[in-house]
């Protein structure tokens, strides 16, 4: 006597063309998986080239709030990952202060530059350029005093 099947010979396992169809279907699954992921990571990568150029335009315009372009008219900065650098030019001729309320001369001499800071290391960033006010105090002799 013969064992009982449970399947009859003609359906036992997946056809040729049913496996081609599966393989096509996970491929193009997969496809776009992999489409989605090199998205995400060219977005990622744009994200922190932004966040970079932000931090250093940041540190860029805090240097400027220091920086006195008409005593250091150029220089740079060692910030450890990156360098700044920074010139400045003159753009106004320099004009004595004068006191307020009197409009007598003042303590100080001062005029305008125009600052460029820029990145030496990383030509791939903009540089930050700004208008900003120079001085220098000018030593005068003291008043006499009228208690000799």
Same mark, same amino acid.
């Given at each position: 006597?013969?064992? $009982?099947?449970?399947?009859?010979? =003609?359906?036992? =396992?997946? &056809?040729?063309?049913?496996?081609? /169809?599966?393989?096509?279907?996970?491929?193009?699954? !997969?496809?776009?998986?992999?489409?989605?992921?090199?998205? @995400?990571?060219?977005?990622?990568?744009? /994200?922190?080239?932004?966040?970079?150029?932000?931090?250093?335009? $940041?540190?860029?315009?805090?240097?400027? &709030?220091?920086?006195?372009?008409?005593? %250091?008219?150029?220089?740079?900065?060692?910030?450890?990952?990156? #360098?700044?650098?920074?010139?400045?030019? #003159?753009? @106004?001729?320099? $004009? #004595?202060? &004068?006191?307020?309320?009197?409009?007598?001369?003042?303590?100080? %001499? /001062? *005029?305008?530059?125009?600052?460029?800071?820029?990145?030496?290391?990383?030509?791939?960033?903009?540089? /930050?350029?700004?208008?900003?006010?120079?001085?220098?105090?000018? &030593? #005068?002799? *003291?008043?006499? @005093?009228?208690? !000799?």
């Amino acid at each position: 006597m013969k064992p $009982q099947l449970d399947n009859p010979p =003609g359906e036992a =396992g997946f &056809t040729l063309i049913e496996t081609i /169809v599966a393989l096509v279907i996970l491929a193009a699954a !997969l496809l776009a998986f992999y489409e989605f992921l090199a998205s @995400s990571l060219h977005a990622a990568d744009r /994200v922190r080239h932004a966040a970079e150029a932000y931090d250093r335009r $940041q540190n860029a315009l805090a240097l400027a &709030t220091k920086l006195n372009p008409m005593a %250091t008219p150029e220089g740079t900065l060692d910030l450890g990952s990156y #360098r700044l650098h920074w010139r400045a030019e #003159r753009i @106004s001729t320099p $004009q #004595r202060s &004068t006191e307020y309320p009197s409009g007598s001369e003042g303590a100080f %001499t /001062v *005029a305008l530059f125009r600052v460029v800071i820029d990145f030496p290391d990383d030509h791939e960033f903009a540089p /930050v350029e700004l208008t900003k006010l120079g001085y220098h105090r000018e &030593t #005068r002799p *003291a008043e006499p @005093s009228g208690n !000799l």
